[in-house]
């Protein structure tokens, strides 16, 4: 499946509120994603939450290191896929929509959210 695709086209785009219905925080920004996009990320983070319970029986059975760290190295890159799925989609949607609005610190919020993906 593309994630491009997912993340951008029609219904399925990513928005940005600076409120969510139902919620009852001020101030307090949310992100609305699209059923099938909150459907994607749900079934990336099981698998990945499924192979970290494989980890840690690897290691309760005493499991060669570098197996059990070649499973670890999967993980980081599941979950920097998923990162990279929901920072697309940030982008594309929620940066643009607060820079349209005016809001230019934005920015400066984007460049400490990737320097703390790319650590």
Not at 79 to 94: A, D, F, Q, R, Y
């Amino acid at each position: 499946m593309d994630d491009k695709k997912i993340a951008v086209e029609g219904e399925n785009r990513v928005h940005c509120h600076d409120s969510h219905p139902g919620h009852q925080e001020e101030g307090v920004r949310h992100s609305h994603h699209s059923d099938e996009m909150k459907n994607i990320l749900t079934t990336r983070l099981n698998r990945i939450e499924g192979q970290i319970r494989g980890i840690k029986g690897m290691i309760e059975r005493d499991t060669y290191c570098d197996d059990v760290l070649t499973q670890i190295a999967a993980v980081q890159s599941a979950l920097n896929g998923v990162g990279k799925l929901l920072l697309e989609g940030h982008m594309k949607s929620c940066v643009i929509d607060r820079i349209q609005a005016g809001e230019h610190e934005v920015i400066d919020e984007l460049l400490v959210t990737v320097k703390k993906l790319m650590k």
